[in-house]
C-alpha cells in the first residue's frame, strides 16, 4: 500500500468511510474497487482535511470522523531514490567522510588550545606559589626583626618593652597564673553570697543627681574608677587625661597622653592605663610619672580590659588585633589577629575567656591561653560594648546606634534576652553582684534588674543626664557617668 497523497509507504495507513460506503453499490466489483481504493497516512491526510474539508483525491467533502485505521503487516520502509545507485552511494560516503574529517580537525584545534591554557595556568600557579613563598619568608624576617624592637615612652619610660607579635601561646608563668585564677573564682563565685551592704532596688529608685563638675575634657568617650570610689580618670581629644576626685570635686592631676585622641580607659591597681586613637597604651601612676608605653596595635586602640587577676592586661584595635601584655614584665606577650576590627573588649569573670566586639557583628570568644577562637556570636551590627555578668554565663552586648541591650548565655551559645530601652545605647556596665545592669546614651541612663527569684527584668531607675560611659560606684550606691563634652555626673540617694 502507498500513500496516495505522499506515495510512500505509510506508517499508520487510513482509508475514508464514504469510499467504503460507495464499494457496496456493485457487488460483482467490490473487490475490484477495495483493490482500487486511496489509502492515505494519516498525518498527511488529517493535514489536508484540516485545510479543505475535502477528499484530495474525488473532491468529495470528508471529515475526520470518515477515517478509518487499517491494519496490515509491518513492511520495511524502501530505500529512497537516491540510495538506489552506486555513484550516489559513493557522493554519501565522500560527504561523510568530510564531515568526520572536519569533525576531527575541530576537536584538534580545541585539544591545543586547551593544552596552552592549562599550560599558562600551572604557570600562573607556580609563579603564585613562589611569591607566596617569597612573602612569607619576608613576613617571617620582619617579626623577628620587631621582637628585637625596644619601645621607650619619651624618656619616662626605660622597661626596655619588646614585642612579640603573633604569639603561639602564653609563657607558661602566664597561662598558670590563668589556669589558678579560673580555679580559684570559678569555685567561689558561685558561692559568694551578695554583700549586706549591697544597694537594693530601694536605694537604686531613690538615685538622684548629687554632684556635677565642668567640662573637663571635651570629646570624652570613656570613663574609669579607681577601686577606692574617688578618682574619676577622664580624658578627651586632645591626648591629655585627668584624676577627677569626686570628694574634693576637682582635677587633682594632669596626665600627658602625647599626640591622639583618648579612647578607652582602666585601672590597674593604682595606676591609670589609658588607650589612644594613634596607637598607643600608656601607663601613669598617680603622680603623674609614666609607668609604660606599647605600640603593638598599627591604628586606633579602641578598648582596653584588665584580667581578674590583675596582672594582664588586654587591648583590641582597629588593626584586627587583641594584644595581652604581662604587667609584671611591662611587655606584650601575644598577638592574635582576626578577620575584622575590633571595637569592644571584656574578660570572663574567670579569667579563662576572652571576648572582643567586631566590627563585622560578631562578638569573638576566645580563649585566653591558647588564643583559639571558642565561640563566635552573631549580631546585627558593629558592636558598641560588652560587659560580662559576674554570674558567669551571661554577656551583655550593645550593637552600634541601636536602642537595645542583647543578653547572651554562654553556657548555650544563644539569646536569652533583649532589653528595649526606647533610645540609643552607648555603654553599659553590669554591677559586682550581677543583678544590676547600666545602660547610657545620649537620651540619659537607665539601670535594669534581673531578679532571681521571679526571673524577670525590670528598670528601677532612669534619669536624663546625658552619657557616653558609666561606672558603679562603692557597694553599688552610686552611678558615675560621663557626657561627651567630658562632665563627670555622680549619681546616688541623699
Known amino acids: 500500500m502507498l500513500c496516495a497523497i505522499s506515495g510512500e509507504t505509510p506508517q499508520e495507513p487510513v482509508a475514508s468511510r464514504k469510499s467504503g460506503k460507495s464499494m457496496k453499490l456493485d457487488r460483482s466489483y467490490r473487490t475490484l474497487t477495495h483493490r482500487s481504493g486511496n489509502v492515505f497516512e494519516k498525518r498527511l491526510i488529517e493535514a489536508y482535511i484540516a485545510e479543505n474539508g475535502k477528499d484530495p483525491v474525488t473532491g468529495e467533502e470528508l471529515a475526520v470522523d470518515d477515517l478509518v485505521g487499517l491494519k496490515s503487516a509491518r513492511v520495511v520502509r524502501p530505500r529512497p531514490p537516491t540510495l538506489t545507485s552506486i555513484p550516489s552511494l559513493l557522493s554519501i560516503f565522500q560527504n561523510e567522510w568530510d564531515a568526520l574529517a572536519l569533525e576531527t580537525f575541530t576537536l584538534r584545534r580545541q585539544l591545543a588550545q586547551t593544552r596552552q591554557e592549562l599550560s599558562t595556568a600551572l604557570y ?84 538622684t543627681t548629687i554632684e556635677t563638675s565642668e567640662a573637663l575634657y571635651p570629646g570624652s568617650k570613656s570613663i574609669a574608677i579607681d577601686i577606692s570610689g574617688d578618682l574619676a580618670l577622664v580624658g578627651g581629644t586632645d591626648g591629655i587625661a585627668g584624676l577627677y576626685s569626686i570628694s574634693q570635686k576637682r582635677l587633682v592631676q594632669v596626665l600627658n597622653g602625647g599626640d591622639g585622641a583618648i579612647i578607652d580607659m582602666t585601672w590597674w591597681g593604682n595606676r591609670a592605663v589609658f588607650s589612644t586613637s594613634s596607637g598607643t597604651v600608656k601607663i601613669f601612676d598617680v603622680n603623674g610619672a609614666g609607668v609604660a608605653s606599647f605600640n603593638s596595635h ?113 553556657r548555650k551559645a544563644a539569646q536569652t534576652k533583649v532589653l528595649e530601652l526606647g533610645s540609643n545605647v552607648h555603654s553599659i556596665r553590669w554591677d559586682y553582684t550581677g543583678q544590676f545592669l547600666a545602660a547610657v546614651g545620649p537620651s540619659g541612663i537607665s539601670v535594669q534588674q534581673y531578679t532571681r527569684s521571679t526571673k524577670e527584668w525590670s528598670e528601677p531607675f532612669r534619669s536624663a543626664v546625658s552619657a557616653v560611659a558609666v561606672q558603679w560606684g562603692p557597694r553599688a550606691r552610686s552611678l558615675i557617668s560621663v557626657g561627651a563634652a567630658g562632665v563627670v555626673t555622680v549619681l546616688g540617694s541623699q
Open 124 to 207: 600562573q600557579h607556580d609563579a603564585a606559589v613562589r611569591v607566596i613563598a617569597r612573602l612569607t619568608r619576608e613576613r617571617d624576617e620582619s617579626r623577628e626583626a620587631l621582637s628585637k624592637i625596644t619601645i621607650n615612652a619619651g624618656g619616662t619610660v626605660g622597661n626596655g618593652d619588646e614585642m612579640q607579635i603573633d604569639s603561639h601561646g602564653l609563657p607558661e608563668a602566664i597561662a598558670a597564673k590563668i589556669d589558678s585564677t579560673q580555679e580559684k573564682l570559678s569555685k567561689s563565685r558561685r558561692k559568694r553570697p551578695i554583700p549586706q551592704d549591697w544597694a537594693d532596688s530601694e536605694i537604686i529608685q531613690s538615685f
Open 298 to 410: 598599627a591604628g586606633e586602640v579602641t578598648a582596653l580590659a584588665l584580667h581578674p587577676s590583675g596582672e594582664i592586661l588586654a587591648s583590641v584595635g582597629v588593626d584586627k588585633s587583641y594584644v595581652l601584655y604581662d604587667l609584671s614584665s611591662l611587655k606584650p606577650v601575644s598577638q592574635v589577629f582576626t578577620d575584622s576590627g575590633l571595637s569592644a573588649a571584656g574578660f570572663h569573670p574567670d579569667g579563662h575567656l576572652f571576648a572582643a566586639g567586631g566590627e563585622d557583628g560578631q562578638i569573638k570568644i576566645f580563649n585566653v591561653n591558647s588564643g583559639t577562637s571558642a565561640a563566635n556570636f552573631d549580631s546585627a551590627g558593629p558592636i558598641q560594648a560588652l560587659s560580662f555578668s559576674e554570674n558567669g554565663t551571661w554577656l551583655a552586648a550593645v550593637v552600634r546606634g541601636q536602642t537595645s541591650v542583647t543578653i547572651w548565655d554562654l
